[in-house]
């Protein structure tokens, strides 16, 4: 199993912050199986202010290069990703097209 640890940015307005969380709550069912089938385990995004922070946990099969193609040939997700781009901006440092960031683990704590 594999961890891996993104960021992005929402807009600073908090009716959209409240929109996009409301979108949470209960993601598509489209979007769900998508994920699932990438290989990703488990997923949790997390806010803080205009910041997002999420934790994905995938099995073997998944690749970020894989989840690209299932995802620019699904209508339902490219409809999602352009409906949530509403809501979301690319970081300082992002580079152009780029949404969610993978982040540099810089610590761990062993047991």
């Known amino acids: 199993m594999h961890r891996y640890c993104l960021t992005l940015d929402l807009k600073d307005d908090a009716a959209l912050i409240a929109e996009y969380e409301q979108y949470h709550i209960k993601i598509w069912p489209e979007i769900r199986k998508s994920i699932v089938e990438s290989g990703i385990i488990k ?34 997700v490219q409809e999602w990703e352009n409906l949530m781009w509403n809501y979301q901006q690319p970081l300082k440092k992002a580079l152009k097209g780029e949404k969610w960031v993978l982040m540099n683990k810089i610590f761990e704590l062993n047991k």
């Open 43 to 76: 997923m949790e995004i997390y806010r803080f202010d205009t910041r997002l922070f999420m934790i994905m946990e995938t099995d073997e099969s998944f690749s970020f290069e894989k989840k690209a193609e299932m995802d620019a040939a699904n209508n339902k």
